[in-house]
């Protein structure tokens, strides 16, 4: 029996198109979900060794943006807030950071930020401030946005620090058991509605007209009414997907978006070391900042005990890692910790079990870690939100318009955005 085409067809399954094709799913549009993984969630990706649960995409919830609360609550999932001390390596000193650093401070003026807009290094040289706290600021910067200093918009980060004031964003919480448990909860829920979802298919094609598109992948064609495209920015951006006719405006605006780099590490040793080492003032560990060193950042599992101690660098200085091999990486990472903590190398690598990371840069589906706006560019996500022929319509993290880039809660909203806005046309 040949089924119906669907009336919408979602490319991409992370939890922008996933979002998206539920909220039409349950306004009776029918829908096809199509995507290049073999599995949904985009740049989620969830590991799980014996008790241990490892992120090796989006880990943290950012304070309590109501859409992904919304969905949690549905899901009757565990959640558990990153609460516990968090420390920095400074001058060769391990200690709890200090509330009044300067480097962080020099960051609350973008609130007030105005124009004209410049990158954030440039913004950085009109301050008084060191050039040890111009590093931290730029090193903090760079790692949280997983952007280029030199290029990310100065306007952008105080719209950004005046959206996470609005959920609390200073605070972080973490999914019990798995991030991935909530794109395979809308998954389920799309299916429960009757809509289809291909994995492991890109779509190499896109044509269209008005009314009108049909996807190519490389087993079949699938022909609907409308397209919700929620690529991740980097993908749209390099063509890897060919749509004809181009949407020259939406390029445009894409260009004036930066996909940012980013790497991490999760290491699984035999015990948690840090809570160990006296004095016991590093028990409730979870953020490590130690900007001099390689990774900079670092953070455990805490409250929830585990072995496992997560390194992070984000921006330019992410590539030194992203070539590494898996051995030299633990080496890496052993070294850095063992100068942090005062111990041996070798004591550490006697410790250390495994380390576990995921290559975005390189990974075909994504081509990076996540979008910021650069210097110039602060309208073109609302750009990227204007249907084309009230046929395409974009969707994921690089189209929110609420300051949220980079976020779980932003691919959420946009997915949200662009199935109201297709809702809106068949009523």
């Known amino acids: 029996m040949k089924s119906s085409p669907p009336e919408v067809l979602v490319i991409g399954a992370g939890m922008a198109g996933l ?4 909220a039409l799913a349950e306004a009776g549009v029918s829908v096809t ?3 290049a993984h073999n599995r949904v969630g985009g740049r989620i990706l969830t590991q799980r060794i014996g008790d241990d649960t490892i992120e090796l995409g989006a880990e943290f919830i950012h304070g309590r943006p109501p859409e992904l609360w919304a969905l949690i609550a549905e899901t009757g999932l565990e959640t558990y807030e990153r609460d516990g001390t968090t420390a920095c390596f400074t001058n060769g000193s391990l200690a709890p950071c200090n509330e009044d650093d300067r480097a962080f401070h020099l960051l609350e003026g973008l609130e007030d930020f105005t124009g004209p807009d410049v990158s954030f290094t440039q913004y950085l040289s009109t301050l008084k401030a060191t050039d040890s706290e111009r590093i931290s600021a730029r090193s903090f910067v760079e790692g949280f946005n ?5 290029q990310i918009s100065a306007a952008s980060l105080g719209l950004q620090q005046k959206a996470e004031e609005s959920i609390e964003g200073d605070r972080a919480f973490y999914v019990g058991g798995g991030y991935d448990q909530l794109p395979n909860h809308l998954a389920k829920r799309i299916r429960d509605y009757g809509s289809t979802i ?10 269209w007209s008005s009314g009108r598109v049909e996807a190519t992948t490389d087993t079949h064609i699938v022909a609907a009414q409308q397209a919700i ?7 749209l951006q390099h063509g890897t997907l060919a749509i004809e006719p181009r949407p020259d405006a939406i390029l445009s605006a894409a260009s004036q978006l930066r996909m940012g780099n980013a790497f991490r590490i999760t290491l699984r040793f035999r015990d948690p070391f840090w809570k160990n080492l006296p004095p016991a003032k590093f ?5 490590l900042f130690s900007f001099g060193e390689m990774p900079p950042v670092w953070w455990t599992t805490h409250p929830h005990p585990s072995p496992l101690l997560t390194g992070w660098v984000g921006g330019p200085r992410s590539a030194a890692l992203a070539i590494l091999s898996s051995s030299a990486l633990a080496d890496r990472a052993c070294s850095t910790l063992a100068h942090i903590f005062g111990l041996r190398t070798a004591q550490l690598c006697d410790l250390l079990l495994d380390c576990y990371s995921h290559d975005w840069r390189n990974d075909p589906f994504s081509l ?3 979008s910021y706006v650069a210097a110039g560019g602060l309208d073109a996500p609302r750009l990227l939100t204007q249907p084309v022929a009230n046929t ?4 994921g993290e690089h189209t929110d318009t609420t300051g949220h880039w980079g976020t779980v809660h932003a691919a959420m909203r946009s997915g949200l955005r662009a199935a109201q806005q297709i809702i809106d046309l068949r009523t």
């Open 19 to 22: 979002t998206a094709a539920r």
């Open 33 to 35: 979900l199509i995507e």
């Open 146 to 150: 997983a952007a280029d200093a030199s």
């Open 198 to 207: 291909h994995l492991d298919t890109p779509v190499r094609h896109l044509r």
């Open 229 to 235: 495209i929620t690529i991740p920015l980097s993908v």
């Open 283 to 287: 028990e409730d560990l979870s953020f």
């Open 368 to 370: 990076g870690a996540y």
């Open 392 to 395: 395409l319509f974009f969707a």
